[in-house]
């Protein structure tokens, strides 16, 4: 089985700051299945990222994704006060869906 | 617009059932693998089920294999999971997912429905 570790668990910026999350899988893993999730509070997730760097639709550029591997890496360049909020990766593989614990990008 | 609706949750004993459903809309749900993941409370997610197209595959998360059981009506644009033997543990707010197609990841979800299995 496969597990997805993410970090920091909290990571504390400023609005205009980059952001930078990891998730790390305990074993390689197929980019292609890699995706980044957003989640606010009271409110259902929203993908960001397909395929380890592929943004979905309506994603601003300011997010994008890269990695291979076991190394995988989400990125907001210039963070905006909306984008505070709790992220995700998952990845799929052997039938089985995997979420990483989640790092929370709070405001500093 | 795509939207997903859960209904069912609510509150079970130990060792009780429910079935929750999810109506899907603004998109040709018989050609979309549809999941359910759940959340339990401050928590992060957890995936718990899926489904195929056609309704002729299914795959589940080793927590539940053996009690909950998915299902779907194409005919009613419609997805099911039939949850037996519950749990304290099963609490969770519960979100039907559709997926995107080869990415395996999920784009539309619902607003999820509560299930608060206690004594």
């Known amino acids: 089985e496969i597990v997805l570790t993410q970090s920091p668990g909290t990571l504390s910026l400023s609005p205009g700051e980059r952001a930078t999350l990891s998730c790390r899988a305990s074993q390689s893993v197929s980019s292609s299945y890699l995706a980044w999730y957003q989640q606010k509070p009271g409110q259902a997730p929203r993908l960001l990222i397909y395929?380890?760097?592929s943004r979905a639709t309506g994603i601003p550029d300011r997010f994008s994704g890269s990695g291979s591997g076991t190394d995988f890496t989400l990125t907001v360049s210039r963070l905006e006060p909306e984008d505070f909020a709790v992220y995700y990766c998952q990845h799929y593989g052997s039938s089985q869906y995997t979420f990483g614990q989640g790092t929370k990008l709070e405001i500093k | 617009e795509v939207q997903l609706v859960e209904s069912g949750g609510g509150l079970v004993q130990p060792g009780g059932s429910l079935r929750l459903s999810c109506a899907a809309s603004g998109f040709t749900f018989s050609t979309y693998g549809m999941h359910w993941v759940r959340q339990a409370p401050g928590k992060g997610l957890e995936w718990v089920s899926g489904i195929s197209d056609s309704g002729g595959s299914t795959i589940y998360a080793d927590s539940v294999k053996g009690r909950f059981t998915i299902s779907r009506d194409n005919s009613k644009n419609t997805l099911y999971l039939q949850m037996n033997s519950l749990r304290a543990e099963d609490t969770a707010l519960y979100y039907c997912?559709?997926?995107?197609?080869?990415?395996?990841?999920?784009?539309?979800w619902g607003q999820g429905t509560l299930v608060t299995v206690s004594s």
């Open positions: 997912a559709k997926r995107v197609g080869t990415p395996r990841a999920f784009d539309y």
């Open positions: 395929g380890a760097s």
